[in-house]
């Protein structure tokens, strides 16, 4: 036991005299991280300004009354989420303005449209979207045409009834009473926000994007901060782990105390990594709102509560390192299995963008686990299941690293 942990006071003053050289990597790496997320924040912001407002185009003889209705209409939803820009367009330039994206969507409405209604010669309106019009603006307006569409096609139901019955029972007035019950149903479509009730309800478990950059950020941040660790992680070579079995320290042992050791040099530069935000939202107004970072004191409160994540991401660096044996290799192998886990975890973007394929796999990556366990420690609270679970691929790793290491011995033996 002693010898052991003599070896593992020599294996932790080694990797620090590399510490200078990992924090200057981190340092890096929080600069490339920054840069990238500030990328993906201003794509979504840009998205955002272009979905809205939503432009309409509308074509249609002048003076049209149907025009002047459903401007009205779509202004008196006030708490409508998108607002609509309309334009008067001719037919063509519509199109071509549909086609390069500069407009949404087109109405074409048919010459003394609401006449035709209540004539009985029901023309129909066209609402046209482009071919790879996806989004979710252009979604609600097809099915609003749809229930449009029906609902304009029950008032000509009950007008053919109302004709039916007056013709079956010879009653007087017909036509007088056709126009007052169509000019009914057009009121009630024009005063047709007074019966649509919007609503919000406060949603349980949304997470501003900001938070889950933020946390996905320190997460990456974690995991490839291993390519920085390539020297204090080489294997040592066998003769040298022989040894240390011939000295009363298997090979479990080896793996558990640089295990041990490459954690307090990386508790290191993490705390070096707080002490750098502590001290900037000391001397700034800088603080994230809603959760327990508001002040110094919860941002090392945060710190606490994600070394789980700490110790995570040390043991998958160490796996890297171990089983491929060779600087380069671990390097390539850390690179390519973060960036793969990230991107299936929604490190980059909402989880709810990836194919439902995707993502009923992420809740299986060790990412995607550490992301929830942060967000939850942002907020203060601890989740468990994912607690759980990163304590399990913390013990798979071990288990792995010890079993190839004694494979290999074991192979060594037999040469």
């Not at 099915?143 to 609902?151: D, I, Q, R, Y």
């Not at 291993?226 to 320290?249: E, P, T």
């Amino acid at each position: 036991m002693k010898t052991w942990k003599q070896y593992i006071l020599l294996e932790t003053k080694r990797m620090l005299k590399s510490l200078p050289g990992v924090c200057l990597g981190s340092l890096l790496l929080t600069a490339c991280l920054i840069g990238i997320f500030t990328l993906f924040q201003l794509n979504s912001s840009r998205q955002e300004s272009k979905s809205s407002p939503v432009d309409i185009g509308i074509v249609a003889k002048k003076d049209e009354p149907f025009i002047d209705w459903m401007i009205t209409t779509a202004e008196k939803i006030d708490n409508a989420k998108y607002t609509c820009r309309f334009q008067r367009l001719e037919e063509k330039a519509a199109d071509a303005k549909l086609k390069s994206g500069k407009i949404d969507m087109v109405f074409l409405i048919p010459e003394n449209y609401i006449a035709s209604i209540i004539n009985g010669e029901n023309k129909h309106l066209t609402i046209r979207f482009g071919n790879s019009q996806s989004t979710i603006v252009s979604f609600l307006f097809r099915e609003l045409s749809h229930a449009a569409s029906a609902f304009i096609l029950d008032t000509e139901a009950g007008i053919y009834s109302m004709q039916e019955y007056y013709e079956k029972h010879r009653l007087p007035d017909k036509a007088e009473d056709e126009l007052d019950l169509n000019l009914q149903y057009i009121k009630e479509i024009v005063s047709l926000e007074k019966g649509i009730q919007t609503e919000e309800i406060a949603t349980e478990d949304t997470t501003p994007l900001f938070q889950q950059y933020l946390v996905s950020a320190l997460v990456l941040f974690l995991f490839f901060r291993g390519l920085a660790c390539s020297k204090i992680l080489a294997v040592q070579n066998r003769a040298f782990q022989d040894k240390l079995a011939q000295k009363g320290i298997g090979y479990p042992q080896q793996i558990l105390a640089r295990g041990i050791a490459f954690f307090i040099t990386a508790l290191a530069s993490y705390l070096f990594l707080f002490i750098l935000a502590g001290t900037i939202m000391a001397v700034s107004p800088l603080s994230i709102p809603n959760t327990i970072c508001t002040t110094v004191r919860g941002v090392w409160e945060f710190a606490f509560r994600c070394i789980p994540i700490l110790l995570l991401s040390t043991s998958f660096i160490q796996l890297a390192y171990e089983i491929t044996e060779d600087s380069m290799g671990g390097i390539l192998f850390l690179f390519f299995s973060i960036l793969a886990m990230g991107l299936c975890s929604g490190c980059f973007y909402p989880r709810s963008y990836l194919p439902q394929a995707l993502q009923a796999a992420a809740p299986l990556f060790p990412v995607w686990q550490a992301c929830r366990y942060g967000l939850s420690a942002l907020q203060g609270s601890f989740h468990a299941p994912s607690f759980l679970y990163m304590a399990g691929c913390l013990a798979l790793c071990f288990f792995f690293m010890a079993l190839r290491r004694r494979y290999c011995a074991h192979i060594q033996t037999h040469i």
